[in-house]
């Protein structure tokens, strides 16, 4: 839930466009990952043209603002873009199976 929290306030807020890299995510898992947020209806507007993808002009939907309001608990431990990847491997940790990436 938090990278899902943070790539949606991100976006809204406009400071950064957030990248794989701000959460340790392959090129692959990231644009998965929006590819979730848009098909769920958090987010509208995702740019993909042949290979291309961008985020830059995506906006949240009625639906994504309600995520950020209803989970405005993560704004107090919320961090600045260098620690994101601390941040998001907390629930990462917690949620784990133990399996090893190859």
Do not use: C
Request: glycine residues 6%; charged residues 35%.
């Amino acid at each position: 839930m938090r990278v899902g929290y943070s790539i949606l306030r991100e976006i809204n807020r406009g400071e950064f466009l957030p990248t794989e890299k701000d959460y340790g995510l392959r090129t692959r898992e990231f644009e998965n990952f929006i590819k979730f947020l848009e098909n769920e209806g958090y987010l509208e507007r995702v740019l993909r043209l042949d290979d291309y993808f961008s985020i830059k002009p995506a906006r949240l939907t009625n639906k994504g603002h309600e995520l950020l309001n209803n989970n405005k608990k993560y704004e107090e431990s919320y961090p600045e873009r260098k620690d994101l990847i601390k941040w998001v491997q907390v629930e990462k940790d917690l949620y784990s199976n133990g399996a090893v990436d190859e």
